[in-house]
């Protein structure tokens, strides 16, 4: 199981484009764009792309943080690193 989230991560980083490319031009015909920009010009899919960088920054940095530093969780009680 801890090997399956960093290749899932991996495949959904690496197949960005081809969601990005496929998904984006129906996505804009919603919004009622005439175009979708072209990637590295779109402003949704970058910021979600960073977001998710992000996301993923803070993952590892909490994993490498260890046990001591827990997050509040108000379901069953706080959920540690490490």
């Known amino acids: 199981m801890s090997l ?6 991996l495949l959904a980083l ?3 484009p081809l ?3 496929t998904l984006g031009p ?5 919004l009622g764009w005439s175009s979708w920009p072209v990637p590295g010009r779109n402003v949704l899919t970058r910021t979600l792309f960073i977001a998710v960088l992000g ?3 803070f993952l590892t940095g909490w994993s490498l943080a260890g046990p001591g530093l827990c997050l509040p969780w108000p379901i069953n009680g706080p959920i540690c690193g490490g």
């Open 55 to 57: 996301f993923l920054a």
């Open 19 to 21: 969601v990005d490319s």
């Open 14 to 16: 690496l197949l960005w």
């Open 4 to 9: 399956v989230i960093p290749a899932l991560a």
């Open 26 to 30: 129906k996505l804009a015909r919603r």
